[in-house]
């Protein structure tokens, strides 16, 4: 009986364990776009203050971007392993602005942004799971390029890359944009 238990026990740890990759199926399609500006489209002169908080983005996303390629691991904020809401935290603790660790706590700091709104430095929230029902992930937004908005993350998959919210499976799990700087 004890070596059946165990050997129960050694089956769900190795299948709890397995590949990540799995197909993923949409009952719905949902798009994001990102709008272009009507307005006059001549240069117009930012105050002091609009300059600092895009040097402080600027810098936040240049920290970001040091940790491109490094492997994915759960709880992680160093080069040796990063996830998605330690990559956030270590890159704007590295810039002396303290912020909540995980990413549902995350969520509930800053001003909540539409995402046409969206600029260098806003970060992106995420729903992956389709059982769970609080917010999972988060990305900090590098460029937007008209309706496409790249954010850099962490992926369980691929580690820390940029992505696009114009791709389906961000775009379906986009939660809501928020501006913390």
Known sequence: MFRKTIILLLFFAITACGPGKRKRTYSKTRTVTVEGSTEDTSPKRKSKKEERKNEKAEAVISTA??????????????????????????????????????????????????????????????KTSKRGKRINHVGLVVDVDGDDIKFIHATTSRGVLVSSLREGYWNHAFVKAMRIL
């Open 65 to 126: 971007m040091t940790f491109s390629g490094t492997r994915y691991k759960y709880g992680g904020t160093t080069n040796k392993g990063m996830d998605c809401s330690g990559l956030v935290y270590v890159s704007l603790k590295e810039n002396d602005i303290l912020f909540p660790r995980t990413s549902y706590q995350m969520a509930l700091e800053g001003q909540k942004i539409n995402v046409k709104d969206v600029q260098k430095g806003d970060l992106l929230y995420f």
